[in-house]
C-alpha cells in the first residue's frame, strides 16, 4: 500500500489521534472504534522508543515525569516511519522549546543531547582507523602534516554548563554523585572503538585540537590552534593518546 494511497492516509490519520470518520468507508461503522485499540498500541510503542533512546534523562526526572515528558513529545512529532530504531532525534530540541522544562530544568535538553549522541555514536559505520601499524617507516617529519580527520563513531560535544559531568555519574555511576548545576563549561568525546563506547571529559585546548582535526587540519595546524588555550598543549602526547583510542581515521592525508 503506498504512503499516498486515500485509505492509508484515512487509516494513518486514524491511528495518529485524528478522527475516525475517514476509515469507515474502509472498515464500516460498526468496526471503526477499533481503530483505538491500534492507536493505544502505536502511542505507547512510541513513548517507550524515547524512554529507551534516553535512560539518562529518565533516571534524573524519574519515570512518571519521562513518560509525560514522552507523550507530549509523540503528540507533536508523531514517528513517520515503520522502525522506531532511530525516532526521537528532535527530542533534545522538543525540550528546549518544552515550557515546564524550561521554568524548571532548563539544564535537561544538555543532557538529552548527550543521550542521543551516545545511540547516534553506537550506530555509526564503521570506518578504518589509524593505527601506529599504518605509521611504520613514516617519516617524523612527515607525522605533523597527516590530517587524518576523525571516525564517524567519534563525536565532540561542548557545553555552556557542567552536562557532561551530570550526564557521566548518572550514565556509570551505581552511587550517583552530587553535583551542583553551575555555568562552567565542559567540553566531552564519546566515541565507539573495537565495539566498545567510550566517553571523557576533556580540557578545552584538547577538544580546539581534535575538533581541528575533525574539521580537516592537519595536527600542526590543529596544535598550532590549541597552544592558544594551552601554551603547555603537548602535541606528542596528544597524538598517542588518541591514536591508541582509535578515533583517527586511516587513509585520509
Not at 481503530?35 to 529518565?58: K, L, Q
Request: charged content about 20%; overall charge negative.
Amino acid at each position: 500500500m503506498r504512503d499516498d494511497d486515500p485509505y492509508f492516509q484515512a487509516i494513518a490519520t486514524a491511528v495518529l489521534g485524528g478522527p475516525d470518520e475517514g476509515v469507515i468507508p474502509i472498515v464500516g461503522a460498526k468496526f471503526a472504534h477499533r481503530v483505538e485499540a491500534h492507536r493505544g498500541n502505536f502511542h505507547m510503542s512510541a513513548r517507550s522508543a524515547i524512554v529507551s533512546a534516553y535512560p539518562v534523562v529518565e533516571r534524573l526526572v524519574g519515570e512518571e515525569y519521562m513518560q509525560g515528558l514522552a507523550a507530549a513529545y509523540v503528540k507533536v512529532h508523531p514517528p513517520i516511519v515503520a522502525s522506531l530504531t532511530s525516532y526521537g532525534n528532535e527530542f533534545p530540541a522538543f525540550l528546549r522549546g518544552f515550557a515546564p522544562v524550561q521554568n524548571e530544568l532548563p539544564w535537561l535538553p544538555a543532557v538529552a543531547d548527550l543521550d542521543r549522541v551516545w545511540f547516534d555514536v553506537y550506530e555509526a559505520p564503521d570506518d578504518p582507523v589509524l593505527t601506529s601499524a599504518e605509521l611504520i617507516g613514516t617519516s617524523p617529519a612527515m607525522l605533523p602534516i597527516l590530517a587524518p580527520g576523525l571516525v564517524a563513531a567519534a563525536q565532540l560535544m561542548r557545553f555552556k554548563i557542567c552536562a557532561y559531568s551530570v550526564w557521566r555519574t548518572n550514565k556509570a555511576d551505581a552511587k550517583v554523585a552530587e553535583i551542583a548545576i553551575t555555568s562552567d563549561a565542559e567540553w566531552a568525546l564519546l566515541w565507539r572503538n573495537d565495539n566498545q563506547m567510550h566517553h571523557t571529559k576533556l580540557a578545552q585546548a584538547e577538544y580546539v585540537f581534535l575538533n581541528n582535526v575533525q574539521a580537516g587540519q592537519s595536527f600542526a595546524q590543529a596544535y598550532a590552534e590549541s597552544c592558544r588555550f594551552d601554551p603547555k598543549f603537548d602535541l606528542q602526547q596528544q597524538f598517542s593518546r588518541w591514536l591508541s583510542a582509535g578515533i583517527f581515521k586511516r587513509g585520509t592525508t
